[in-house]
């Protein structure tokens, strides 16, 4: 179908009709159709709901047999999660950390809870990760490598860290972000809050980098209600990581000693347990979710003027949201393709306002994120829910 524009918020509307059915869709629902209840009633019954508890346990260990990280520590929600990574990695104040502009503001908000200052990179095109290649022209540039780690010459802060994050489920280049990091010192924290399930050349999100993280909020492709994991492969750190999360206190069964400033971010039984029960369900909610892409990818294939974004290569994504891309030229439909969307009960989400724009962080340094800005005003995320299978079974 040719398509100069005119037509395509209907055009949209009634592919995504053809895909959800009628009536008032959300972006994307919890579905509680396991042994929610069963382990919600278990929990109640033995007296465990808040920071002691057999759930967190058995939540931690299926979480690192689901990822294969060798560790796994469970807390009240992934921006604590990223928190205490990004403290784990030895990020200091007055540090600047490398995150991408286009994402959710959380990532930039654990950079600041560690006095450090997020400084904003660009994504690629197509995959919409960081971009390597030019990240490590961009640190040419402005950094050198000095005593091991890289400097910012402009600023005259050290470049602690790199944040990869996994947007809408699909896992960044990973080899060539780690080779950049490997060249300049950086250490690698990877904010998978979107990404569990997916994998890259089979290693799961988030056990690439030193560390990585994940959400289990309620939009998230399993919740917990509010929660969030730590994963990494290094024993030293997953024991710090437990420390520093259950206020720095030494073990003992009533003294209460601390020997550091702790954080009280432990995740509570009772979530943990909703959590185990999420975990069983998420191979049945990745099938879902892989179904649910081909049916928007057959319902948008007669319309041109924009594309479904697809796993990368070597990749097997969640799909956590399903995402529309315009084409250039087709940018200045956005605004009326959510109006006439949202007027229909579709609940259509365009990307986040990018993060070098957001009020807090409009003076952080940040290279020109000429890509971030213009796949900022050209996706849409669709409904995504593992409910909208509902409709059709
Ligand atoms: C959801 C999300 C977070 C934060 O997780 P919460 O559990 O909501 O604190 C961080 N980064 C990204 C990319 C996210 O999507």
Same mark, same amino acid.
């Given at each position: 179908?040719?398509?100069?524009?005119?037509?395509?918020?209907?055009?949209?509307?009634?592919?995504?009709?053809?895909?959800?059915?009628?009536?008032?869709?959300?972006?994307?629902?919890?579905?509680?159709?396991?042994?929610?209840?069963?382990?919600?009633?278990? @929990?109640?019954?033995?007296?465990?709901?808040?920071?002691?508890?057999?759930?967190?346990?058995?939540?931690?260990?299926?979480?690192?047999?689901?990822?294969?990280? /060798?560790?796994?520590?469970?807390?009240?929600?992934?921006?604590?999660?990223?928190?205490?990574?990004?403290?784990?990695?030895?990020?200091?104040?007055?540090?600047?950390?490398?995150?991408?502009?286009?994402?959710?503001?959380?990532?930039?908000?654990?950079?600041?809870? @560690?006095?450090?200052?997020?400084?904003?990179?660009?994504?690629?095109?197509? !995959?919409?990760?960081?971009?390597? /290649?030019?990240?490590?022209?961009?640190?040419?540039?402005?950094?050198?490598?000095?005593?091991?780690?890289?400097?910012?010459?402009?600023?005259?802060?050290?470049?602690?860290?790199?944040?990869?994050?996994?947007? &809408?489920?699909?896992?960044?280049?990973?080899?060539?972000?780690?080779?950049?990091?490997?060249?300049?010192?950086?250490?690698?924290?990877?904010?998978?809050?979107?990404?569990?399930?997916?994998?890259?050349?089979?290693?799961?999100?988030?056990?690439?980098?030193?560390?990585?993280?994940?959400? &289990?909020?309620?939009?998230?492709?399993?919740?917990?209600? !509010?929660?969030?994991?730590?994963?990494?492969?290094?024993?030293?750190?997953?024991?710090?990581?437990?420390?520093?999360?259950?206020?720095?206190?030494?073990?003992?069964?009533?003294?209460?000693?601390?020997?550091?400033?702790?954080?009280? &971010?432990? +995740?509570?039984?009772?979530?943990?347990?909703?959590?185990?029960?999420?975990?069983?369900?998420?191979?049945?909610?990745?099938?879902?979710?892989?179904?649910?892409?081909?049916?928007?990818?057959?319902?948008?294939?007669?319309?041109?003027?924009?594309?479904?974004?697809?796993?990368?290569?070597? @990749?097997?994504?969640?799909?956590?949201?399903?995402?529309?891309?315009?084409?250039?030229?087709?940018?200045?439909?956005?605004?009326?393709?959510?109006?006439?969307?949202?007027?229909?009960?579709?609940?259509?989400?365009?990307?986040?306002?990018?993060?070098?724009?957001?009020?807090?962080?409009?003076? +952080?340094?940040? +290279?020109?994120?000429?890509?971030?800005?213009?796949?900022?005003?050209?996706?849409?995320?669709?409904?995504?829910?593992?409910?909208?299978?509902?409709?059709?079974?």
């Amino acid at each position: 179908m040719g398509n100069d524009g005119s037509n395509l918020p209907e055009e949209i509307v009634r592919a995504i009709r053809q895909v959800v059915g009628e009536g008032d869709k959300a972006l994307h629902e919890p579905v509680f159709k396991g042994r929610e209840w069963d382990y919600l009633k278990e @929990c109640l019954d033995s007296g465990y709901v808040s920071s002691v508890g057999e759930f967190v346990t058995r939540f931690e260990r299926a979480l690192e047999e689901y990822t294969g990280a /060798a560790h796994a520590i469970a807390v009240v929600n992934g921006t604590a999660a990223l928190h205490i990574a990004l403290l784990l990695a030895g990020v200091e104040a007055d540090d600047e950390v490398l995150v991408p502009a286009l994402g959710f503001i959380a990532t930039a908000n654990a950079v600041s809870y @560690c006095g450090a200052l997020p400084h904003f990179v660009d994504c690629e095109p197509l !995959g919409l990760g960081v971009d390597a /290649a030019r990240l490590r022209d961009y640190l040419g540039d402005i950094a050198a490598r000095r005593n091991g780690v890289c400097v910012n010459r402009k600023t005259g802060r050290v470049i602690r860290a790199l944040v990869p994050v996994h947007l &809408f489920g699909h896992i960044s280049d990973m080899d060539a972000l780690l080779a950049v990091a490997e060249e300049y010192g950086l250490r690698v924290i990877e904010d998978a809050a979107e990404a569990l399930g997916s994998v890259r050349h089979g290693r799961h999100a988030g056990t690439w980098g030193q560390l990585g993280i994940l959400s &289990f909020n309620g939009n998230k492709i399993i919740t917990t209600g !509010g929660g969030g994991a730590i994963l990494t492969d290094d024993e030293k750190l997953a024991a710090r990581a437990r420390h520093l999360t259950t206020t720095a206190k030494e073990p003992h069964p009533w003294r209460y000693r601390h020997d550091e400033v702790g954080y009280n &971010f432990r +995740m509570p039984n009772i979530n943990a347990a909703l959590g185990y029960a999420q975990l069983e369900q998420l191979p049945a909610f990745l099938q879902v979710k892989r179904r649910l892409f081909s049916r928007y990818e057959e319902a948008f294939s007669p319309l041109s003027g924009l594309r479904l974004l697809e796993e990368p290569g070597g @990749c097997r994504s969640n799909y956590w949201l399903q995402t529309l891309v315009l084409n250039e030229d087709m940018a200045a439909w956005q605004e009326q393709i959510l109006e006439h969307a949202w007027k229909q009960g579709l609940m259509l989400r365009p990307a986040w306002e990018l993060l070098n724009r957001q009020i807090p962080y409009r003076h +952080m340094p940040s +290279m020109p994120v000429v890509v971030a800005e213009s796949l900022q005003q050209r996706i849409i995320n669709l409904p995504s829910g593992v409910v909208q299978e509902a409709a059709h079974e």
